[in-house]
């Protein structure tokens, strides 16, 4: 007979879960946890969040953050000055919607193009021809809309926070 103990770590039993649909963990949830938080490496990584409020940390290199659409949870993106450029997937906008924090970054230029939105370095100087040029930090991903109104809204709705 070859009986023995057994059992899995949590990373397992959400792989398990995910891959087969099963209650890997006997917590009655199929999935992700009630949150995650995801961090890069070096590289250029995929990260995926849950149905959840999960925590986003890219890194180095330029990475792919996919938040999870319509899941009713705020996610928090961090940024900290010297990472990678990020592409966001599935941003939420406005009060209530998912949060991007920069550490080590004093100003910003909010830029639309096409469907998606730039978060790019600014140079804190109003109206001026170097707006919208600087280093680009993020990519909201067919997440537009953005105009001086509800880059206002968004930034005191604490979608956009500083450290």
Known sequence: ???G????N????LTQE?????????DGKIGSPSSLTL????GNDILIGGANSDTFNGGLGNDSLYLGLNDNAVDNVNYASGDGTD????FVRGVGGDKLNFTGIANLDVVTLGANTEVRIGDGIAANTGFGTG???ITLSSTNGFTNADVNVNLFGSNFLFN
């Open 10 to 13: 949590s990373a397992e039993a």
């Open 135 to 137: 280093q680009l930090l």
């Open 87 to 90: 592409t966001v997937y599935q």
């Open 1 to 3: 007979s070859s009986e």
């Open 18 to 26: 995910t891959v087969f649909g099963i209650d890997a963990n006997g």
């Open 5 to 8: 103990n057994w059992g899995l």
């Open 39 to 42: 961090t890069g490496t070096i």
